[in-house]
């Protein structure tokens, strides 16, 4: 057994605690709300090797492993810096996958960003539900339907978009990869804030130019296996926020004083602290665990995302709940700093499956793995 | 014993039902079932209907304008105004200033002021906290100091609710800062926020809303006429206030409200196929929410009961604020989460009110993390939870 920290790993995460410490703060926040990213701290990020950090060396990066995912959303969590980093995770790891070598160096180096078009009305998340309808003629793709709460999307210049080339709008099969540029004729757009920091849109298409990439057969292993990467960059990323909101908290029940004395020192509120310290550790095992498995093969790695998800959901719930709680009134403004936390950490549960969406998929697939 | 109502009781609730049927406007009950922001005119339009029905003070003895219904009627009324979507009566004036004036205001007070607050001419907020008293109260620091026919105030106070809309504060004030206990020095004052010297900044929450303000007062100057009852006595009264009409305090019918909404939306969300209200997981949970809020609507008609028979309501209104907002709060938890990724853009125009953008995603979901959000109050406000809980082990326990 070892969980120390590699010295590279250490070294990247020290670095770029420090730079965010610097860097990050209210306006570049508000930056990523109004067109998806600060550039200055996109390129920081860059610079620092955190976009590197999530790509393997044959892929052009230095990392990419659980333990490197890990690391680098666990600090971002930290300071609830809203960039695109997941995205670039994701939908970087998909086009790594599918070959598309340039578009990964260059959101390396931090002059692209990305996005991945899956959800849609109504498919919830369910990765395999896919009704936007690909067509082929003369060897050239068109894209039609409806893409819905696609993070990211205004800011991207290249899309990744699942459609359907074949079967029925549930099948596992028939699932297509696509990239479309973001300028692509039939392409719209309605964007919007998150409620999480960073901007989100509806994407509707028609007949919309794209390009094929990825496996003639079906996508949905590669996109399960990406999601399930993404999964643990965003408990990472929880347990970074969890971390911080849990010491924000402690200050402020060692500082506020209500009858004469401060209101940590009331037993009822150090007992709320402690349960929150007990699950917040939990959570931080859950990490370890998903990041220690998410290469292995795909019903182990599940098994192990669904878990993380599942318990972080249950955990980031009592963290946000009690921490407003225990602040009274002023956890309820969004002046302070922990209104954003709050609602970042709160935003966890609406994707990528919530607890009780992960809850149903570790019982069947522990069905699974018992039969087999 | 006999759960159901009499034939009298349910007659009025057919008629509370009437009345909702032919007398609220479905442009105001829309708006408060997609959780959009209610403007001043919108309350002002539906105390205007209570009012003209003479519901507008159900509360109040008929001597001063009410309606002077029994607890029982007053609960249906209650339960059944929430459960339509109605507004909500703003309660400052009525429920608040209102009956501390009829128990300790002079006999000048009460006919000047009362009959404004019954025709809305006048719109009241609650000055009680300050940025270092919350939990605890009494330790108010928002100074009045007698010059001749007049008290200077100079303080602040803070997480006034709607006090952006608010003519007049009533405000708990220190009159005398050598008093042995912090209680004995506060007095209950009545402030025109016209007055110069009175500046209101608004608080932006974490959902967005802007429904509560910080309000500093710097020599403001306040006729001494505007003191109610005695000096010092203050702390009396806001206890008054804070015990009295508190039968509405579990929120039955914003429960009742907002579990149909919540089924309506997971009957039309759609989970693997088949409707959320169909996942096991989720209907589970629905379930056991639905669970507790037919055991606590019967202990709310327990307290009514006995208040209807004449016991002022005690520890019993602590249990239910907080079996009251942990199921209201489980309630906005389970809407939030019921939307899926539509939880997730944050479009304040979108609950604006007279919003006429295109929703983002199904209509009924832009408010659903707001309220969770925004209803986080709940357990804070009116005595926080664990401040509830201290009263239980004290005086129900006697632990
Ligand atoms: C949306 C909103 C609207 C409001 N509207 C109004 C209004 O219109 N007018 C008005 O006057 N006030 C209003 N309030 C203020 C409200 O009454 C206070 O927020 C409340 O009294 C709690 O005080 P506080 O926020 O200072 O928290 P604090 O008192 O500082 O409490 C912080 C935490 O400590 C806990 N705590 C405190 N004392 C103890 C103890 N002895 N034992 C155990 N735990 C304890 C609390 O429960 C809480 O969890 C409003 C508040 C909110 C959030």
Known sequence: MDFTMSDERRMLADSLR????????????????????????????????????????????FGGAGPDIATVFEELGRAAVAEPVTEALLAGGILADCGKSDAVEQLIAGDMHLCLAQTEPGNRYDLTTVSTQATESGGAWALTGHKSVVVNAPAANLIVVTARVAGDVGDRDGIGLFTVAANAKGLAMRPYPMIGGGRGAEVTLDATPAERIGPDDTAAPILERHVARAILAQCAEAVGMMDAIRDMTLDYLRTRKQFGRPIGSFQALQHRMADMAIEIEQARSAVLNLAGHVDEEPALRDRHASAAKQLIGRAARLVVEDSVQLHGGIGMTAEYGLGHLVRRLMAVDHRFGDTDHHLERFIALRIGAEAG | ??????????????????????????????????????????????????????????????????????????????????????????????????????????????????????????????????????????????????????????????????????????????????????????????????????????????????????????????????????????????????????????????????????????????????????????????????????????????????????????????????????????????????????????????????????PIGPEYAAAAAPQYLNNRKLSIYGGSNEIQRGIITKTLLNL
Not at chain 2, 153 to 162: A, E, H, I, P
Not at chain 2, 307 to 315: L, N, S, V
């Open chain 1, 18 to 61: 420090r730079t965010i410490e610097r860097q990050y703060g209210p306006e570049a926040r508000a930056k990523a709300d109004d067109t998806g990213s600060d550039p200055a701290v996109w390129a920081a990020l860059a610079e620092l090797g955190v976009l590197g950090a999530l790509f393997t060396e044959e892929q052009g990066g």
């Open chain 2, 1 to 358: 014993m006999d759960l159901s109502y009499t034939p009298e009781e349910r007659a009025f609730r057919d008629e509370v039902r009437a009345f909702l049927r032919d007398r609220l406007p479905k442009r105001l009950s829309d708006k408060v079932r997609l959780g959009r922001h209610l403007s001043k005119d919108d309350y002002l339009e539906w105390h205007a209907r209570l009012r003209e029905k003479g519901w507008l003070a159900p509360n109040w003895p008929k001597a001063h304008g009410g309606a002077e219904l029994s607890a029982v009627q007053r609960h249906i009324l209650d339960e059944e105004v929430t459960a339509a979507h109605a507004p909500r009566v703003v309660p400052f004036g009525l429920n608040m200033l209102g009956p501390v004036l009829m128990k300790f205001g002079s006999s000048e007070q009460q006919a000047h002021y009362l009959p404004r607050i019954l025709n809305d001419d006048d719109w009241w907020c609650q000055g009680y906290s300050e940025p270092g008293a919350g939990s605890d109260l009494a330790s108010v620091r928002t100074t009045a100091v007698r010059e001749g026919d007049e008290y200077v105030v100079n303080g602040q106070k803070t997480w006034t609710t709607l006090g952006q809309h608010a003519d007049w504060i009533f405000c708990l004030v220190r009159t005398d800062p050598q008093a042995e206990k912090p209680q004995q020095g506060i007095s209950f004052l009545l402030i025109d926020m016209n007055t110069p010297g009175i500046e209101v900044r608004p608080i932006v929450l974490i959902d967005g809303s802007t429904e509560v303000n910080e309000v500093f007062f710097s020599d403001v100057r306040v006729p001494v006429e505007n003191l109610v009852g005695e000096e010092n006595k203050g702390w009396t009264y806001a206890k008054y206030l804070l015990t009295h009409e508190r039968t509405g305090i579990a929120g039955v019918g914003f429960a009742s409200a907002g579990l149909a909404n919540l089924k309506r939306i997971a009957a039309t969300e759609m989970s693997g196929g088949r409707p959320l209200s169909e996942n096991p997981f989720f209907a589970a949970r629905m379930a056991q929410v639905e669970i507790d809020l037919m055991a606590m609507a019967t202990t709310n008609l327990r307290v009514v009961a006995q208040a209807e028979a004449g016991q002022a309501p005690g520890p019993e209104s602590s249990m239910l604020k907080i079996k009251g907002t942990q199921i209201r709060q489980e309630i906005n938890f389970l809407t939030r989460r019921a939307v899926g990724p539509y939880a997730m853009p944050f479009a304040s125009e979108l609950l604006e009110e007279g919003t006429n953008h295109e």
